[in-house]
């Protein structure tokens, strides 16, 4: 196993100036008209030319690391692992929903390469592990306490509407079509389901890893701590 590497190709960078996307806000005297702030947590660069960045207004002109380190200071006990083990595009939507979130960890289980575009930069702020197998990351978990719960839609699943998740939680999820693995299934203590009423069998992946982690966010965030 290992931390995710960033490999700038796979995805859009970030832009550091205000004029290159015309979002966010721009240079700190400009905007506010009052002295330069002198807490470290500040970047000087963004506080001269702007900050652009897909990030929550409390870190605006905050250094990449000071905002990692400020999440860090309140990430949630929730794990996420997704097998790659075939090409599939949700990966960087699953990214996105768990920074957001404030997940502990991402885990990608299978290729190492994936598509960093739906992530929308949000990798550089969320801590990813990649594990070779699937085996390798049920083995992290039994070392780490986790209690791996598999979500995919199949018979004898339990409904994640009346599921009563754990707190320290590793959900894993599949792939488009195949869903989850029977080796992911066999090392949880059980899969969870999406109720669904119209005519597709399965939903977006993606769609579905939201749904799933605010299921447990409602049980177990801190919800006074949101923004």
Not at 97 to 107: D, E
Request: proline share 5%.
């Amino acid at each position: 196993m290992s931390a995710d590497s960033e490999d700038p190709k796979d995805g859009p960078t970030e832009p550091s100036l205000w004029g290159a996307t015309g979002n966010g806000v721009g240079p700190w005297a400009l905007d506010r008209g009052l002295p330069l702030p002198e807490d470290p947590r500040y970047d000087p660069e963004l506080l001269r030319d702007g900050d652009a960045r897909n990030v929550v207004d409390a870190y605006r002109y905050w250094r990449r690391d000071a905002i990692v380190a400020d999440i860090d200071s309140r990430r949630h006990r929730l794990h996420i692992a997704i097998e790659n083990f075939e090409n599939d595009a949700n990966i960087g939507t699953v990214v996105r929903t768990a920074n957001a979130f404030a997940v502990h960890t991402v885990h990608i289980v299978g290729r190492r390469r994936w598509n960093r575009r739906g992530a929308m930069v949000t990798d550089r702020y969320q801590h990813l592990m990649h594990h070779d197998s699937t085996d390798e990351l049920l083995e992290y978990a039994k070392q780490t306490g986790l209690t791996v719960v598999a979500v995919d839609n199949v018979p004898g699943s339990v409904p994640l509407e009346t599921a009563q998740l754990p707190a320290d939680c590793l959900m894993v999820f599949g792939q488009e079509g195949p869903g989850v693995t029977d080796t992911s299934k066999g090392g949880a203590v059980m899969t969870v389901s999406i109720a669904q009423f119209g005519s597709t069998r399965s939903i977006n992946a993606g769609v579905a890893a939201g749904i799933a982690m605010h299921a447990w966010i409602r049980q177990h965030g801190d919800l006074n701590r949101a923004w």
